[in-house]
């Protein structure tokens, strides 16, 4: 049985170097989640211009 202090222990509150962030974010980029996301921004451009002047807040 673990109590949770010994599973709190397991995990590190020290950020990583910039630059682990820097190849995180690069690779990131490179991801298919993320070429899908940039894929999207035009349907989410169209649907807010289509919004804009809808009142969805009664």
């Known amino acids: 049985m673990t109590t949770s202090r010994e599973s709190t222990s397991k995990f590190?509150?020290?950020m990583?170097?910039?630059v682990h962030y820097?190849?995180?974010a690069k690779s990131?980029?490179?991801?298919?989640?993320?070429?899908n996301m940039i894929n999207l921004?035009?349907?989410?451009?169209?649907?807010?211009?289509?919004?804009?002047d809808e009142n969805l807040i009664e």
Not at 28 to 35: A, E, F
Not at 41 to 52: D, G, S, V
């Open 12 to 14: 590190s509150l020290e």
């Open 16 to 18: 990583k170097s910039e």
């Open 22 to 24: 820097k190849k995180a």
């Open 28 to 35: 990131y980029r490179k991801s298919k989640q993320y070429i």
């Open 41 to 52: 921004y035009p349907t989410l451009q169209t649907t807010l211009i289509e919004c804009k």
